[in-house]
């Protein structure tokens, strides 16, 4: 949960905040703008950290799920999919560590009741300390232009040499702290560096407590305590407690999966950054049941194949990233996380985590009953290890859009300039597959045998028709949304019943006989493409 002091001295070159910050803006409105995202309860001024997707999002959404259950379930033998139910016994979040260790220190700011997370407040003011250290080597880059030497300057500057060093502090008494959940040294640490509400500035604070990050409810028929249940913080505990029905029902042999798809919950103190930390989110999750001694092996395989996953749909290597667990949770014996570069730095997009055989010995210690594999080659009984793959799908939406959402400046023939927004989504994700168009709206001939060819291809495809403005704007309008192709219908169509088919990303327009039309959009959208 807690960063290292690794991501707070930068190794690579310093960017630019404010146009970070920028592209951050930009992708927020368009998610509102184009029917993506919108602010959940937005009529009562919104609901925090928690979103609604609108008609484009459902779609781009579906695609990531399908694009991960496929991968998973369907693409390896010994994987299976099941869809656990939400509610789950209590005692499930005992065995799991949940009751006892899901928590993030917690601080109240006395002068106006604003709730912190510690942690954030330090990890704030160290990422600070970085900013300065940033500015400094953006100045003394302009200034020394190509005899900058940005080692030796990181390693003499006065400056930086101070900012560096106090860094290293504050981030070695953060780390040791956190590791022995030691709320008195938190408090300690942000009374020694004066650390004030980012807000209001105000540094009159509360003692730091663990705060529980469950949320609760109570079953209808069972008053007080024991009818207390949580909803669940993690998709995984379902896979665990089902662990031996599924390998019975579909008789897999170990090594074997099960993957599901679902919503968790988490009462965050501070949920930021749009739908990156959210209270309400879906995870993608797998567990891979393992002989133990051979959890290492697979750990790499996942870790390795995870990665394919991420940039076979087009994502930049350099915008993704590992970066190994420097304290692993009580239940992990090595844990690495995704991390991809979002507008707001590289941050986690999916975890990978070996988790020894913790969570099947905990439920058969707190259940009383057997979660025990019979090996028929070792001839043995053994609870397996487990390995799993972990990320969430609102996050990788947020991935995924970051990085598709471009500005172009556009020239036309007679060399007039425009800019357009598309979403360069991989074809086989877009949530509109093609659109139909009608060169005029108001032609009758146009328009019918646009709305025919409509009506054909959305058989097969999520397609629009649209005749709502002009075809330049038209245009504009699937490219926003990331429509890999336009199909207009004009009057040569009438004559010789072929349309131009324009793609998205190379402008290009070719014209095709209408019974082509098909055959060319599902060669390019099909997902197969993504699993070669
Ligand atoms: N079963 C392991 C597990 O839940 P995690 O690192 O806590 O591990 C896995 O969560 C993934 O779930 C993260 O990598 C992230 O993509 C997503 N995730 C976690 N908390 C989230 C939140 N509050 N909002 C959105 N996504 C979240």
Redesign the pocket.
């Known amino acids: 949960?807690f960063l290292s002091l690794r991501t707070y001295l930068r190794e690579e070159k310093p960017k630019d905040m404010s146009q970070q910050n920028e592209q951050f803006k930009k992708v927020v409105a368009h998610c509102k703008e184009y029917g993506f995202i919108f602010q959940s309860s937005e009529v009562y001024d919104g609901l925090s950290?928690a979103y609604d997707y609108g008609p484009y999002g459902v779609e781009l959404k579906n695609n990531i799920k399908e694009y991960w259950w496929r991968s998973m379930v369907q693409m390896h033998e010994n994987i299976v999919g099941i869809d656990a139910a939400i509610f789950m016994h209590p005692k499930t979040w005992k065995a799991s560590g949940h009751v006892d260790a899901f928590n993030d220190p917690l601080i109240d700011n006395k002068d106006n009741n604003r709730r912190f997370r510690a942690d954030q407040l330090i990890e704030g003011y160290a990422e600070k300390l970085q900013e300065k250290i940033d500015k400094e080597v953006i100045k003394a880059r302009k200034r020394f232009k190509d005899n900058f030497d940005e080692t030796k300057f990181l390693a003499e500057s006065p400056r930086v040499v101070g900012y560096r060093e106090q860094i290293k502090t504050v981030m070695d008494r953060f780390i040791k702290a956190t590791g022995d959940g030691d709320m008195v040294e938190l408090k300690a640490i942000i009374e020694d560096y004066e650390i004030a509400d980012p807000e209001t500035g105000s540094r009159n604070w509360t003692d730091v407590r663990q705060f529980n990050l469950m949320f609760s409810t109570q079953l209808g028929n069972i008053a007080g305590e024991e009818g207390k249940l949580y909803l669940r913080?993690?998709?995984?505990q379902g896979i665990f407690v089902n662990f031996l029905n599924v390998q019975k029902s579909t008789r897999q042999k170990i090594p074997f999966g099960i993957a599901q798809i679902g919503k968790?919950f988490?009462n965050?103190i501070v949920?930021r950054q749009f739908?990156?930390?959210?209270?309400e989110?879906?995870?993608m999750?797998m567990q891979f049941f393992v002989r133990p001694g051979s959890e290492m092996q697979w750990y790499k395989y996942w870790k390795e194949s995870r990665m394919k996953w991420h940039e076979a749909i087009g994502t930049p290597a350099e915008k993704l990233r590992f970066h190994d667990h420097d304290n692993l949770a009580h239940y992990a014996n090595a844990a690495v996380?995704i991390e991809f570069e979002f507008p707001f730095g590289f941050k986690?997009?999916?975890?990978i985590?070996s988790r020894t055989d913790f969570d099947l010995t905990s439920h058969q210690e707190l259940s009383g009953k057997k979660l025990q594999y019979f090996d028929p080659e070792l001839n043995e009984n053994y609870v397996p290890y487990v390995v799993?793959t972990?990320?969430?799908?609102?996050?990788?939406f947020l991935a995924l859009i970051s990085n598709a959402l471009q500005e172009e400046t556009l020239t036309s023939t007679s060399g007039k300039e425009s800019t357009r927004e598309v979403l360069k989504i991989h074809p086989a994700l877009a949530p509109v597959k093609v659109a139909v168009l009608p060169l005029k709206r108001n032609e009758d001939g146009l328009v019918n045998m646009a709305k025919d060819i409509f009506k054909q291809l959305s058989f097969s495809f999520n397609c629009q028709y649209d005749d709502t403005g002009s075809i330049g704007k038209l245009y504009r309008r699937q490219d926003a949304i990331g429509t890999p192709f336009c199909v207009t219908v004009d009057f040569e169509s009438l004559d010789d019943n072929t349309v131009t088919i324009r793609d998205r990303d190379t402008l290009e327009q070719e014209r095709v006989p209408i019974e082509k039309i098909e055959a060319i959009v599902r060669d390019r959208v099909n997902m197969k493409q993504l699993f070669s």
Do not use: K, Y
Not at 233 to 236: D, G, H, M, N, Q
Not at 348 to 351: A, F, I, P, R, Y
């Open positions: 949960m950290a913080p993690e998709t995984a968790a988490r965050e949920a739908i990156f930390r959210m209270r989110f879906e995870q999750e996380d986690e997009l999916e975890g985590h799993e972990s990320i969430g799908c609102d996050r990788m």
